[in-house]
């Protein structure tokens, strides 16, 4: 093998981008390329599937023209992506049926509610350890050939063709209308609802209840495998790894291991926890998912829970309050104080997500007295996204009855040193910050060269992880049991406050 | 929006920096700490000096805030906001260099860590942000003094090659100004050397320092001086982070 990089495609919600790796799993250069975000309706959110492919098209000679490599040094190409994400196309011309129907859409609520009504929910929840919510990509799937005259007709002789973001690109990196080959990976084919967990095919039951033909739908291969050699964009280069990109973190974290968990704190934040060979399933409401599977070898499995509103509160509390200029102040302003002087905020601005998974609840602040001043809202704020941290650690220990000897953390909000500490402090155990903050990528790369035997084994990837930060619990026992009390306590007060009839 | 005009910038930039030195500064000063012309400079300080912004000593040559200025204020850079943009540029630069890396900015004239990203070699570290640092003994420090910043330095020997004549100092931040890095060596802790160099926010002001730890035998050639790699490498890193905050 000639080439020692590797290339890690992120196809994200809002960019693009392409990332070159060296074989010590150092960064060497991005390309970026936002896409457009369409809003047709309220609630609906699509992209141009035709545009991300043609932003593929300019990242990855970009990034390598900033490297200065040329495609004879790159040994593999990793694909993650945003998922849940749906493309409809026809084979024959690769043309898109519409546009990408988006993760963040909820156009298909009704469809999913009419599902729960035929008693689909506790069938979903075991077959494919989803919880029944329009967050995954069957409905979007059924919706696309509802929405277009001769669609499912079309797809039922595979014309037309259906999948998640890899799937298109990959369709389309190995040639398109001629001759591209239509895959996906089990962390991507999981979240369709249309998945058993156990066999990682699809589920005739479900195909049915959903009406998505079989014929549509693309091969399901283990995550890391021969999907194919690139005879667009990046001609040669055998692609050797596609995941979804919160899998693709674990990955990054090197997480292989039962009991290894990340969690990145962006917007949202997203934590994983690997939990080994055989899917542990949720009694708290928790995503079961595959984290990764290499060729030949059984799945490894993962609990995803995830918190909707995390670095969002800061936003709020910098767009709607204004009382900070910009998100990173939050720390400046909670450090004015020495502790949130007995004030919780509870940001259930859309109801509460795991482990509650309260529609009813809407956003509390409790706790307030004279003494409150905007620098202990400001800690409130910080604490909110650690004690849903626990909250959500809780019930993946509770869940998978390991224990959590450290948590692995990336995304923006790791710049927040109180929060850090405090995700410690609430926890008990050592937060850790990697040296490569684009853990998205790197886990793509880090499969991608994986299966091209360009490192031996998963072990090896570790070394190449190094620990830029770490933050240990510096709070006794109690002040954190009396403290997730309290928040606790926050939480209820939470609840029921949305009425029958009146959504707000 | 218009964009900005640079000399209005460059003359907040002199005003900042003057209102914040400890002493009278003369143009060379004044240039090299701003990384400025020495030409482009006297003609900021002249102008300003005809608005009343700034005050010429009729005696030294040398200048200070005007009246002026009495009324107008600034916010410094936010330290937490300085540390987010800087983040993911420090986090490079301790890839590359293989070293522990720190920014730091004066605070209450002290010289306050709020950023360190390990060395990524995985042994038992420890964060080390909101500890002080004795400015005359150590490279971060000396950045800072030399660039304007209002530090308590007593002068307490750490080491046998600790700087504590006032003198020596003083002639040691000229120089520090003049080729825009510091270098400590064995002057804080016995064992362990440090290069920094300045982190410039809008219109060149030094806002922070940046700079890399390590033994006298990493970081240092047979000169004693620092590796002009690790000198370069250090460059690109603030370079980049001094973009970031000129765009916030």
Known sequence: MAGRHVLAIDQGTTSTRCIVFDRTARFVSVAQVEHRQFHPRPGWVEHDPAEIWANVGRVVPEALRRAGLSLDDVAALGIANQRETVVAWHRRTGAPLDRAVVWQDVRTADRVERLAADGLADRVRERCGLPLAPYFAGPRMSWLLDAHPGARAAAARGELLLGTMESWLVWNLTGGPSGGRHLTDVTNASRTMLVDLETLDWDDELLAALDVPRAALPEIRPTMDRHGTAVAVAPGVPITAALGDQQAALFGQTCFAPGEAKCTFGTGAFLLLTTGERPAASTHGLITTPAYQLAGRPPVYALEGSIAVAGALVQWFRDNLGLIRSAPEIETLARTVEDNGGCYVVPAFAGLFAPHWRSDARGVVVGLTGYITKGHLARAVLEATAWQTREVVDAMLADSGLALA???????????????????????????????????????????????????DPEVLRRHWHRAGEWLPARSREWREEGYADWQRAVERSLGWVREGRPR | MARPVQSIERAAAVLELLSTAPAEMGVTELAESLGLAKSTTHGIVRTLCEVGLVEQDPGTGRYRVGRGLAELGGAPVDVHQLRSLAANWLDGLAVRAAESVRLAVPEAGRVVVVHHVFRPDDSRQVLEVGTERPAHACALGKVLLANGGQLASDFTPFTRRTVTDARRLATELTAVRHRGWAVEVEERVTGEAGVARPVRGRGGRVVAAAGVTGTPERLLGRDGAPHPWLLEQLADAVRAVSAELARI
């Open chain 1, 406 to 456: 450290e948590l692995k953390v990336d995304g923006g909000m790791t710049a927040d040193h109180l929060l850090m500490q405090t995700v410690a402090d609430v926890l008990g155990v050592p937060v850790a910050r990697p040296m490569v903050a684009e853990t998205v990528s790197l886990g793509a790369a880090y499969a991608a060269g994986l299966a091209a035997g360009l490192w031996p």
